[in-house]
């Protein structure tokens, strides 16, 4: 399955030269061995290559050369059937196989990815869940150190969620935890990541973002959060600890931990606030604190 992954990688155009080439080998072979030996069946190959590596319709596309090349193959390799029509009947027969391994690979390979979605996100909220965010985590971590990119992440506590559940049933909770994210996915940049991390925890990750763009965006996030809870008449509001890395030489878990504790900081200072801190793992003696 790593290696069907691998080909979803691959440039369009090189994975179409490639079957191109191979279909003109497979039928020159057929067409050199003559009529007693079937190549029929390695037309899948490219076949299917095309349709995992790019889509349906180029899968489409190569079954169609790959029986339009057989049945040049199968005319001039010598052999005369009783009528010319066996030919096209043949071919027609041949191209009907091809598209059944076209339309049921490109059904399993979108099964697959539904699968994998479902596995990387949270089921309620569509948010990434916490497996997939550390693995998330950890390329940007990678990519801010090789690049010397500042990176900050967000830890974010919906303060009284509790008492939301206990007042109005966990489905009022529920559509809360879908909305926050809804929200946020409108925010935030298509690069940015949202995960939900804990019953009512999440994170943020936002690359190439440094301390100040940080204040800007949380600032905002605040803002746009408590408006979001008062029609609805949640008495909640949000902890949240930013944690800023500049120099790259954060680690995925000290990021993390640094993060939860300014959080925490923020909640033991009154909930309904923001903690800031840049680069250094251990709690500054007096973290910048935000209020809304």
């Given at each position: 399955m790593e290696l069907l992954n691998e080909f979803t990688r691959w440039d369009r155009r090189f994975v179409l030269g490639i079957d191109l080439g191979l279909i003109m080998v497979i039928g020159l072979t057929d067409y050199l061995t003559g009529y007693e030996l079937a190549f029929s069946l390695f037309y899948v190959f490219p076949i299917a290559l095309t349709t995992w590596s790019t889509s349906r319709r180029y899968g489409t596309g190569v079954a169609l050369l790959s029986t339009l090349v057989w049945l040049a193959?199968?005319?001039?390799?010598?052999?005369?059937?009783?009528?010319?029509?066996?030919?096209?009947?043949?071919?027609?027969?041949?191209?009907?196989?091809f598209i059944i391994i076209v339309f049921l690979l490109n059904a399993f390979q979108k099964a697959h990815e539904h699968e994998i979605e479902l596995a990387r996100t949270d089921s309620l909220t569509g948010a990434a869940n916490s497996r997939h965010f550390q693995e998330l985590l950890r390329i940007e971590m990678s990519r801010s150190q090789r690049y010397h990119r500042p990176l900050t992440l967000v830890y974010l506590d919906v303060d009284n969620f509790k008492a939301l559940n206990d007042t109005f049933g966990h489905s009022a909770g529920d559509e809360a935890l879908t909305t926050i994210v809804n929200y946020l996915k409108t925010r935030l940049r298509r690069s940015d990541v949202i995960a939900r991390l804990g019953g009512d925890e999440f994170a943020l990750l936002l690359a190439e973002t440094d301390e100040r763009a940080?204040?800007?965006?949380v600032s905002k996030l605040q803002q746009g959060l408590a408006?979001?809870?008062?029609?609805?008449?949640?008495?909640?509001s949000f902890s949240i600890g930013v944690l800023t890395c500049n120099d790259g030489l954060c680690t995925p878990d000290q990021i993390v931990s640094a993060a939860d504790r300014l959080m925490y900081t923020a909640k033991q200072g009154g909930k309904n606030a923001a903690v800031f801190h840049t680069d250094k793992y251990a709690l500054p003696s007096k973290p910048f604190l935000a209020t809304h």
């Open positions: 193959a199968d005319i001039q390799d010598g052999y005369r059937y009783s009528s010319l029509f066996i030919h096209y009947w043949n071919a027609g027969i041949r191209f009907g196989f940080a204040r800007s965006v408006e979001l809870s008062q029609p609805r008449h949640w008495k909640i």
